[in-house]
């Protein structure tokens, strides 16, 4: 009977929310999609959700109105997800990590120096291993729509050049909220602490944290490298992002509407993969530029020092992660 009662009201909720979205329909009012992100405009995922917002309003004027609230305007990745589940967002981009605690398996892409390169990440999106993560996320009525790219992070500090892992040892780290992002640390002598990623810049220019790891464009955006003495282009973990919203409110969408939007999706993600990259090195070059950080590139010699010591953190979280996952993109590794 309970279980009955709850697929009742979350079903309620579902009505309440798309019926406070498009108001009237008799007057065509446009349903209202309102779309939280915690980055900068000018990053790769603000970037995306402007191209997706753009594209939505045009092709769907009158029946959709997307807004986008960047640089957490409405919410912290921590809390967006309860905000989804309630209806005061209806898309939400939280990074892999923020779903973690739910979902463990997506830890998968927290791990260091796992993907060989970008062909390899998006075959592992894209194929077995993407589609059953994607699946998990219905345990918490969620549906994922797309994972968008950022890059991969380097990690940046106040206390000293880092060319090895026992350089990295006895700094305090600022991590998004995830265990194998906390044991990457500690493996090499580091503290980690979790820290929103809109506090960062004042912890780092008070001294609370001592370092951080995080794309280019972030760092760029988020004016890191003026309070930030040193950064190393290690490339050791991928940063993406989940487009996520209720699965109640878009299953109760119109299908030409639902249709329209997830092609727009899929448009915006091609358009991702491709200048990702771009936007990073764009920005790295201004990081550069400014002078206010030294940038060390690491050797290949170098960075399969780091690779050898953030190993034994793949092996540390293969039964929580699941064997078969980790397995599939070695798998990809050798072939690719």
């Known amino acids: ?60 004027k009158g029946k959709v109105e997307v807004q986008v609230f960047p640089n957490s305007q409405l919410y912290t990745d921590k809390k967006v997800l309860d905000a989804l ?24 892409f927290d791990l260091p120096f796992l993907f060989k390169n970008s062909d390899v990440l998006y075959q592992t999106i894209d194929g ?43 700094i305090k780290y600022r991590i998004m909220s995830s265990k194998v992002l906390e044991a990457q640390f500690k493996a090499v002598g580091g503290n980690p602490l979790v820290m929103p990623f ?53 299953n109760y969408l119109p299908k030409d509407v639902r249709a329209e939007l997830e092609a727009i999706l899929q448009e915006v993600t091609a358009w991702i993969r491709v200048n990702a990259h771009k936007i990073n090195m764009d920005q790295k070059a201004k990081i550069i530029a400014a002078g206010t950080t030294k940038v060390t590139e690491l050797t290949d010699s170098e960075k399969d020092a780091f690779r050898q010591a953030f190993k034994p953190v793949h092996d540390e979280f293969r039964n929580v992660i699941g064997g078969d996952l980790i397995d599939a993109v070695y798998e990809l590794n050798a072939k690719n």
């Open 1 to 60: 009977m309970m279980k009955v009662l709850k697929s009742l009201a979350i079903f309620g909720l579902a009505v309440a929310m798309v019926a406070g979205a498009v108001g009237s329909v008799s007057a065509m009012d446009a349903i209202k999609i309102r779309f939280s992100h915690v980055v900068s405009p000018n990053t790769p995922k603000g970037q995306a959700a402007d191209m997706f917002a753009k594209l939505a309003n045009e092709r769907l």
């Open 85 to 108: 589940s309630t209806g005061s967002v209806e898309m939400a981009a939280p990074s892999t990590a923020k779903f973690t605690s739910w979902v463990p398996q997506l830890q998968l």
């Open 198 to 250: 809109s506090e960062v810049y004042s912890a780092l220019e008070q001294g609370v944290i001592d370092g951080q790891e995080n794309t280019w464009s972030n760092m760029y955006s988020k004016k890191f490298f003026e309070v930030q003495k040193y950064i190393t282009g290690t490339d050791h973990g991928y940063l993406g992002y989940m487009v996520v919203t209720n699965s109640q409110f878009w």
């Open 128 to 170: 077995k291993p993407g589609k059953k993560l994607f699946k998990l996320l219905g345990k918490k009525n969620m549906l994922g729509l797309a994972m968008w790219d950022n890059g991969f992070k380097q990690i940046g500090n106040n206390l000293r050049e880092i060319k090895k892992p026992s350089d990295a040892g006895g």
